[in-house]
């Protein structure tokens, strides 16, 4: 019997030092396999709402609301000014996802997946239309995307913003 004990014993103490490693190794793993697919989801739900105002843009060519902007002005109706400012307002609106989703990403994504996304907003913010709607509503936006944001909102001279390239994407 008090072999029996012996090997129980001597059993449980080897489980015990095995079991602990391998279950501190597959909660490691579990935990680095949902970052990922979170930082996929981050990816993929900023991609759909992209997609989303291409399409609204292209429902609206008159606008001045597409990625490049008109050559010279349009001269707009009340409605298609209302209808411009709306397509701006949603995009700033991707812009604040984006900043909030990258905010709580890994050092490597934030790096790579934001640096083009506030390239874009300094593109954005050489166009007046979009200067004047982040003016006129900004302060609703979350504090810190404000405050990130509202760097580039200043008037810019006659050339447009010049990126410089950072490793390190979203300040705090």
């Not at 996802?97 to 083009?116: D, E, H, I, P, V």
């Not at 006129?136 to 405050?147: A, M």
Request: with cysteine; charged share 25%.
């Amino acid at each position: 019997m008090e072999l029996l004990a012996s090997y129980l014993e001597i059993t449980t103490f080897i489980i015990t030092i095995l079991g602990v490693p391998t279950a501190i190794y597959l909660y490691v793993k579990e935990q680095y396999r949902q970052r990922i697919e979170r930082e996929y989801g981050t990816f993929d739900a900023l991609d759909a709402k992209y997609i989303e105002i291409q399409q609204l843009c292209l429902q609206y060519p008159e606008l001045d609301a597409f990625d490049s902007p008109y050559d010279t002005p349009r001269h707009l109706t009340e409605e298609q000014k209302k209808q411009e400012e709306a397509i701006l307002m949603i995009r700033i609106s991707i812009f604040e996802r984006a900043f909030l989703m990258y905010q709580r990403s890994t050092a490597s994504s934030k790096s790579s997946q934001w640096y083009g996304w506030n390239i874009e907003i300094k593109e954005w913010f050489n166009r007046e239309n979009f200067r004047q709607v982040w003016r006129n509503h900004g302060h609703y936006f979350d504090q810190s995307f404000f405050l990130h944001f509202d760097q580039y909102a200043h008037p810019v001279q006659s050339e447009p913003v010049q990126v410089e390239v950072k490793t390190s994407a979203i300040a705090n």
